[in-house]
């Protein structure tokens, strides 16, 4: 596609819901990252995956949360449980991380509301 | 240390105004830089690259100092159009063959007419 893709632009789910944020990179992009923005907050990381590379998960806040990157394309953002805490945007980014000074670009974002 | 700092502002300047951000980076294997611009209610998006003998774009200009580990953003002549949060991005070799980018929190900027 012409540009990073996200679904669902909104979610609204009850607490305690599991809910699949899902991410089209850019093709050929190898790199991917997944962002949280609370309101009027900065962006959270949360997971980096390249290529065929173990994930760095280390942004990831607790064991409810887990994402996985399929065929090295599609990725899907998985959180269990849902809490209200949980309510934020949720940013895709994908980058051909395989040339230095290269841009990362955004998808428009999931905003979860958990009620 | 956060591997990308900078200050969360807000900065309140008026129109006409003259506005730098600054940005401090703790990994010094960083080897690119950036300046991004999110809009409120928007994804960020790439405003420009920071060259190691820095670089202007307009009203906008870009500074690196390595030795210091410090990246800079200046705005000249502010536009009520120019507000936005400004985020720092590193970009360092992760291994493989790879590099990761590293965001900074971002510098809310409002200019007031």
């Known amino acids: 596609g012409a540009g990073v893709s996200q679904s669902p632009s909104n979610k609204v789910t009850e607490k305690g819901k599991d809910v699949e944020l899902r991410c089209d990179p850019i093709s050929g992009h190898t790199a991917l990252y997944w962002y949280r923005q609370s309101l009027g907050q900065g962006l959270e990381f949360l997971i980096y995956f390249q290529g065929n590379s173990a994930p760095d998960k280390s942004g990831l806040p607790s064991d409810r949360f887990s994402a996985e990157r399929t065929g090295g394309s599609v990725s899907t953002l998985t959180i269990q449980r849902t809490q209200q805490e949980d309510s934020a945007v949720y940013l895709c980014?994908?980058?051909?991380?395989?040339?230095?000074?290269?841009?990362?670009?955004f998808g428009q974002g999931t905003r979860l509301t958990v009620v | 240390r956060k591997e990308v700092e900078q200050d969360p502002g807000p900065f309140n300047v008026p129109e006409g105004a003259t506005v730098a951000f600054n940005c401090t980076y703790s990994?010094?294997?960083?080897?690119?830089f950036f300046w991004y611009r999110q809009d409120c209610r928007k994804e960020p998006k790439l405003l420009m690259s920071v060259y190691s003998s820095g670089n202007e774009d307009g009203r906008f200009t870009a500074q690196l100092n390595r030795a210091s580990q410090y990246i800079s953003l200046l705005i000249r002549d502010s536009k009520l159009s120019d507000s936005a949060t400004y985020l720092c991005?590193?970009?360092?070799?992760?291994?493989?063959?790879?590099?990761?980018?590293?965001f900074g929190k971002g510098t809310k900027l409002s200019v007031i007419p």
């Open positions: 991005v590193v970009n360092r070799y992760s291994g493989a063959g790879s590099y990761q980018l590293t």
């Open positions: 980014a994908s980058s051909s991380n395989r040339v230095l000074g290269t841009e990362a670009f």
């Open positions: 990994n010094s294997a960083s080897q690119s």
